[in-house]
């Protein structure tokens, strides 16, 4: 009897050893992306970057590595512009807003994960930032 409640607090120790950790990983808070979807045509209303001046652009992948580069003269919404055309090509329509402030405004992709091995080569997201 005392060998069976051992062995029994054992095995639930054990359980609770490997499902604790499991949980906190793959749990509900870390299931995609927080922010609300936000239309690509919809960014402008959003973006708090404002003046004239000179933006640099960057065109993010999905794996986060900068896919292009640029530096834009003009308005912050010529820059938003020439992203948004970038984003449109890659046919991106909903996109999360991560950063908005009045020097960087960032945009990432609003997407499910497929899986496959080759996705970190897409366009992911865009980057203005005020020089």
């Not at 404002?50 to 960057?58: D, K, M, N």
Request: proline share 3%; glycine share 10%; aromatic share 10%.
């Amino acid at each position: 009897m005392e060998r069976t409640l051992l062995e029994l607090l054992a095995i639930t120790g054990l359980f609770l050893i490997l499902a604790v950790p499991a949980y906190l990983i793959f749990g509900e808070d870390n299931q995609g992306p927080q922010e609300p979807p936000v239309g690509l045509s919809q960014l402008q209303t959003h973006m708090v970057l404002q003046g004239t001046g000179q933006w640099e652009v960057t065109i993010l992948r999905r794996s986060g590595y900068v896919h292009d580069a640029w530096v834009f003269t003009g308005t912050a919404i010529g820059a938003l512009q020439t992203a948004q055309q970038k984003m449109r090509q890659a046919r991106i329509e909903e996109c999360a807003i991560r950063s908005n402030t009045t020097s960087k405004f960032e945009v990432r992709a609003y997407y499910e994960s497929t899986g496959k091995r080759r996705t970190g080569k897409y366009v992911g997201g865009f980057v203005i930032l005020r020089t």
